[in-house]
């Protein structure tokens, strides 16, 4: 598959939206009774990782097979296209340890600034996506479309704002947030351009073409080799983090934590074809709508008022992507 129809990518996105949502419900269900994972939460990535490169695996010798046995009139449909070099294997390693500094920094925010300050700030990654596409893809926005970038992070932070005030006019303590240090703040910064780097990369990985310049290679054989990668990036979170295992990395795993890895080995996937065949503001706009659609349904589940930061987000963020349709 060279070109994706537009059906196919309006479905990977409505599909990763809809897998997004549900990786966040199963991983706030996975916690225990007391509010707590029962898990070492590092475990997850790395479950992830593993479970993307067996999969990508799979779906390439499926293709072998397909094309091994296709008939002479279909060869061509399915011939699948791949080819080693060191050098560009190597590169799968820059994307994989992007995600795996974004992935310790997340740790470290929300120890020092808090769960709150991390899912605000987090939305940086936003515009760092914006800046690094232009100076590693060469890919320029207009003014109309930085706009809407601009629009589409400051949407997604107004909706993860929690109310300091409550309902009598009194000021509310807010929760915990560590101690705000300079450092933590650095971190912030680090983790919003590893995030947009990681991405980036991915993107520029999976749209370059094989060695004769006419064809993009298997999408399966390219994720084999970044989730190498991973797969060993996330042994490294495991070892830094000084996970005990004499016990099983899955020790305290419930179904939903399961469940959580699945769906986050999907979300992995569209990812990749969404890169491949689309582009990383993409990925943004699903993203930033995930995120919204979680806090609408933890709102509903909760009967809850919908706030006013959930309504302005939504707004923002449709205001967002009828722009950057719209300035070509």
Known sequence: MQTASLALKLGSCTALLLFSVTATLFAEASKSSDGKYSYNTFTIPFSVEACKLVVSSLLLASDHVRARYASPSSVGKYTVNMHFAVRKFI???VPAFCYFISNNCMFYIIRDLGPSTFQVTNNLKILTTGVLLRIFLGRKLSWLKWKALMILAIGSMVTQLKATVSDAGQQET???????????YIIVSVN????GAGGVFSEKL???KDEDKKSAESIHWQNMQLY???AVFGLLSLHTNQIEVSNGIFAGFNTFAYATVATLTICGLLVSFILKYIDNVAKCFVVALSMICVAF???AVK?????LQLVLGILLTCIALEQYNLSD
């Open 297 to 299: 349904l933890d709102a």
């Open 206 to 208: 999976l749209k370059s």
């Open 174 to 184: 807010p929760p915990s947030s560590g101690n705000g240090t300079a450092l933590a």
């Open 192 to 195: 919003a351009f590893a995030a």
């Open 91 to 93: 590169l799968y390693a």
């Open 228 to 230: 190498v990668f991973g």
């Open 303 to 307: 009967h809850e008022a919908f706030s």
